[in-house]
């Protein structure tokens, strides 16, 4: 069995264990009032974002540039194993570099109290006119991009977030 496997299957039997006596999900993985969302990385994991920050710029498979985008939301009505419709953009010197719609699934973290959804690819596709001769990679290096994220939970309610990151791409400050 692979580590990530193991994992996923030990995180489903904590959250299913942590639920409180009468059987209710831990406070804020629970359907509620004004619920939250906030922005983070992670391809596996949530990890918090302070304004910024510093995130890695990945180099894809397919030739592609991404960060990997993780979410943290509070009283938000999702059922784990079911997707909520998502989206999330990418601006940088006021210009939409990046935007994925997916399909999120949130899971129960009993150690926060939160539902949180991790692995999402935010690709970024920078124009001519913002390359000016770049490469990809060059141009994003040190950028300042604004990130914003939108979930529509179960009962209809849009939850937005924010966070302001800095890309960092290591391959090409190995290279220099």
Not at 12 to 33: F, I, K, L, Q, W
Not at 123 to 144: A, C, N, R, V, W
Request: with cysteine; aromatic share 4%.
């Amino acid at each position: 069995m692979t580590r990530s496997l193991l994992r996923a299957c030990l995180s489903a039997a904590v959250c299913a264990c942590a639920a409180s006596p009468s059987g209710t999900a831990p406070d804020g993985c629970a359907a509620g009032e004004n619920p939250t969302l906030d922005v983070g990385a992670g391809a596996s994991e949530y990890s918090a974002l302070d304004d910024g920050d510093a995130v890695e710029l990945v180099h894809g498979a397919q030739g592609g540039f991404h960060v990997v985008i993780a979410l943290d939301g509070q009283f938000l009505d999702v059922v784990e194993g079911s997707r909520v419709p998502g989206q999330i953009t990418a601006t940088i010197d006021g210009v939409e570099t990046a935007v994925t719609s997916p399909y999120l699934d949130f899971r129960c973290n009993p150690d926060t109290g939160t539902v949180q959804s991790f692995g999402t690819l935010l690709i970024f596709t920078p124009t001519e006119d913002q390359l000016q001769g770049l490469t990809p990679p060059e141009f994003l290096q040190g950028k300042t991009a604004e990130i914003h994220a939108e979930v529509t939970d179960r009962d209809g309610r849009v939850v937005r977030a924010d966070r302001t990151v800095v890309l960092h791409d290591a391959l090409l400050e190995g290279a220099s």
